[in-house]
């Protein structure tokens, strides 16, 4: 039973990255999935969350009109796709799966020139 992220890298500013997570040992389709980002020294923020039929997204703030959570359910994957990064996104990013108390591995988004 786990969640693997992918799709993590180094981008430029104003560039586009999209991070998949791939569930495997169980069906997460009636459930919701967020997902997470953190850096050095701060505490782990919720990005963004989609309920399990994709039908209802939730986004923080600051990345509202950049980031957008879809699902495959089908495929046993949720996809955040971020459009105009910014430096300042730059973080580990994890999916999530509360109904399951499961967190990934993480994968690295860089932003920098």
């Known amino acids: 039973v786990q969640l693997v992220e992918s799709g993590g890298g180094l981008v430029q500013p104003g560039g586009s990255l999209t991070l998949s997570c791939a569930a495997s040992?169980?069906?997460?389709?009636?459930?919701?999935i967020m997902w997470y980002r953190q850096t050095k020294g701060k505490e782990r923020e919720l990005v963004a969350a989609?309920?399990?039929?994709?039908?209802?997204?939730d986004y923080a703030d600051s990345v509202k009109g950049r980031f957008t959570i879809s699902r495959d359910n089908a495929k046993n994957t949720v996809y955040l796709q971020m459009d105009s990064l910014k430096i300042e996104d730059t973080a580990v990013y994890y999916c999530y799966a509360p109904f399951r108390a499961l967190w990934g591995q993480g994968t690295q988004v860089t932003v920098s020139s």
């Open positions: 989609i309920t399990g039929s994709g039908v209802n997204r």
């Open positions: 040992g169980f069906t997460f389709s009636p459930y919701s």
